[in-house]
């Protein structure tokens, strides 16, 4: 059983939440590039130092939920219930991007990242750094080593995906036949 977290732990965690949201605020009231770092610590009430204690960049600010993303990825492969782990993926990734425009704060989100050319190229980055963790759970679904090349090739193949289908109309239609794809391959390397 999990124990509850400590007040200090608690802290760190109110803290981290005031500062996402009052970077957040600024930024979409007036625009990633025209909030600095020192207005995002005033209005957090707290130094500097303590934002970068909580966040290690501006751009980490906006992204603060990171870790859960990447719990949700190797969740989809971990509990997946007899699919296979392309089919898990698909479903994951599918209701994450049809549930985009169906909230507005989503969609505010989204708005904000495709105006900024340094959000865009963060937002890229930290979605590949998923891939390590996301291979090693594929890994160790398939039984493999956890630097398996084809586990860390359909891990990448997967994350790649999304950027893909964003770029047609129906993303989640292109996620579907993309994953489509990916699952007929994967079936042939681990059946």
């Known amino acids: 059983m999990d124990e509850p977290p400590g007040r200090r732990e608690r802290k760190k965690a109110r803290t981290r939440r005031v500062l996402a949201d009052a970077a957040m605020e600024l930024f979409q009231a007036r625009g990633y590039d025209a909030v600095s770092v020192k207005e995002v610590a005033e209005a957090a009430d707290v130094s500097v130092t303590t934002?970068?204690?909580?966040?290690?960049?501006?751009?980490?600010?906006?992204?603060?939920?990171?870790?859960?993303?990447?719990?949700?990825?190797?969740?989809?492969?971990?509990?997946?219930?007899?699919?296979?782990?392309?089919?898990?993926?698909?479903?994951?990734?599918?209701?994450?991007?049809?549930?985009?425009?169906?909230?507005?704060?989503?969609?505010?989100?989204r708005s904000l990242v495709e105006q900024s050319p340094a959000l865009r190229a963060y937002a890229d980055r930290m979605w590949l750094r998923h891939e390590t963790a996301l291979a090693e759970a594929i890994a160790a679904d398939a039984g493999v080593a956890a630097d398996d090349v084809t586990c860390a090739a359909l891990a990448r193949f997967a994350l790649e995906a999304v950027g893909v289908a964003r770029r047609y109309p129906d993303a989640p239609g292109g996620i579907d036949l993309i994953f489509g794809l990916l699952d007929r391959g994967w079936s042939v390397v681990r059946p």
């Open 51 to 109: 934002l970068f204690n909580h966040f290690p960049s501006k751009e980490a600010l906006v992204f603060d939920l990171d870790g859960d993303v990447e719990a949700g990825l190797v969740a989809a492969v971990r509990d997946r219930g007899g699919r296979s782990v392309p089919a898990a993926l698909r479903e994951h990734l599918r209701l994450r991007m049809a549930d985009r425009p169906a909230r507005p704060e989503i969609a505010a989100f």
